[in-house]
């Protein structure tokens, strides 16, 4: 199959428009369709080369794609019940959940968010855990239903959106802190033995029974209605996919033996190509990238997510401000701003079909403070925005037809479950990965491969994760 796809001749077309302004301005939307439009034979190159950073990541540790077991085994079925908690700490609210799993891919959910003051951001860790421990006291009071009996235990997923050293399905320790925290007492302990000794010191029935990686818990959120996914996907501020892999293909998993066949790989797909020898760099992106506080790292992001997406238009956008091609050589301190063009501007921008570009103009002059444009300027804009997404979802379907042409799950219906904003509101973002996907693999392939759109992995997701977790241990406990 992988040969099959590679030495299709098919070659997508996509010719540069045709604008309404200078002779300059058709010549920098020339030059950009050049800089931006990613064919079909350098799709296949980057897949192929992705693939093998796949196998590599899988083989050994310290690869350019980490391939991160995740210890999530097994696969919902979608008739589970039962009641389970997901906790979701990464950021200035502490959110505490509970689903109630009804079967039939049915479930409710009561939530409740508490501020994270900033004593307990940066104090000892332990009055952090006991804070922690606090809500879900407090919350287990208010929403916990009678009918489940105080003393039983309830099984909680900790989504902990920090660096963490994971080594089992409920134990991991913390690398370093980010977003505003600052704990003492933290860094290389195991942060699920920590919060579950809060949990005991104040007789709170709940064990963690898994520590939960967002991108891993938007695949598993999604399973529970459609067991035939197979791939959980973030497109968003960031971007990452997990997957189904076979055991025995993790050659450097180093593990105990599971019950079950599969695991779940948390890819942390961003970092891949750190060697810069396929992916289509621009000079806009080698910008981007230079003024990053993290250069050289993460440039499959850097090319994909809605953190960058806006800074790459912004320096395609400034390159021809200064040639004189754009707004008459006149700029803006927002615009010239770095990180100041947002990437929701870009959406708003490309799905402006008005004569005038309305949209277009009211970003550039009323938000920007850009003092005039011309119906030229905004053409170019848009395209500029047009060709930076559209590259961005190629970019996205190579990572997926990787993955598809690797797991050999092309002959099959699968679901791949996808949550973040680029996805779900930039347009034509899923139209473009599916045309990419169909030039790999043959228009058919969307009667076996369906995108949906899959919501809260940190909290559904987690809630799923603990039971399988659960599932998982008394299935070992059974068989041993």
Partial sequence: M????????????????KIKGTAEQQKAVDELHQQFTMTTEKARIIVKRFMEEMQKGLDCEGATVPMIPSFVTGRPTGEEKGKYLALDLGGTNLRVCEFELKGDGNFSVHQQKYVVAEEYKTGEMRRLCDFIADCVDNFITEYDSSSQDRYEQLQLGFTFSFAVNQTAINRGTLMHWTKGFNCTGAINKDVVTMLQDAFLRKNIHVN?????NDTVGTLMANAYRHPETTMGIILGTGTNAAYYEKLKNIKKWKGEDTVFEEMVVNMEWGAFDR????????????????????????????????????????????????????FNGESSPDLNRQWGFETSYMSAIVEDNTTDLEAVRHVLEEI???????????????????????????????GIAGVLAHTENLDHDTVIAIDGSVYEFFPNFEKDMVRALQELFGDDITNRVKFNLARDGSGFGAAMIAMMAHKAALAKDIKA
């Fill in 275 to 326: 060697e810069r020898r396929v992916l289509p760099f621009t000079i806009y992106d080698n910008k981007l990238d230079r003024e990053s506080i993290n250069p050289h790292q993460q440039l499959f992001e850097k090319m994909m997510s809605g953190m960058y997406l806006g800074e790459i238009a912004r320096n395609a956008i400034l390159q021809y401000v200064d040639c004189r091609v754009l």
């Fill in 2 to 17: 992988m040969s099959a796809f590679l030495s299709r001749k098919t070659n997508a077309q996509f010719d540069a428009p």
């Fill in 208 to 212: 963690i029974a898994a520590l939960v």
């Fill in 368 to 398: 920007l403070q850009i003092p005039s444009t011309t119906l030229g300027d905004r053409q170019v804009i848009q395209y500029i925005c047009m060709a930076v997404g559209r590259r961005s979802a190629r970019l996205a379907a190579c």
